[in-house]
């Protein structure tokens, strides 16, 4: 009886991978036929022809003669500009060409360091707090960095900008 249970097992686990081999083959057969292929291919417009036919239409249109009034509609709509240098507002006396200051906003190690009382360290400091925080504000704002105090910071303040 041990054997009858255990050949009914046996037959029952076979069943599960013939009905997948037979599921396997008939999806094999209906792929060779191949008869819908033919009727999808009369049904769909590959999409690299249909983009190439809408650009050959494209560039046989005339362009429309309404296209330079759009233009000229738009320049009209901005606003003149009396004094290009004015932009941003009148330029600072003390920023000119010939402005010696070091930009604490983009200086470098070396350019810290010929400030008085910078060092390497404190170099370092303020370009670390830089990256850290963003731009600094005005020259006052170097009081956030550690080992800049208002004694160091008094001695290199007129040799120093900020700028955005």
Sequence with gaps: MNRQIQSAGKQKQMWLPMLLLAGAALLLVAALAGGGKEA???QFTPLNEAV???LLELDNKPIPAAAPEIK???EDEQPEMEDPV????PPN???NETDSRIDINRAGMSELQTLKGIG???ANAIIMDREKNGFFRSADDLLR????????LSEIK???VARP
């Design 40 to 42: 999808e291919k009369k």
């Design 86 to 89: 004015l932009i941003g507002g």
């Design 72 to 74: 000229q509609e738009a």
């Design 158 to 160: 007129e040799s120093i």
């Design 93 to 95: 006396e003390q920023e």
């Design 120 to 122: 390497p360290s404190k």
């Design 145 to 152: 960095v550690k080992g800049i105090g208002n004694k160091v």
């Design 52 to 54: 190439e036919q809408a």
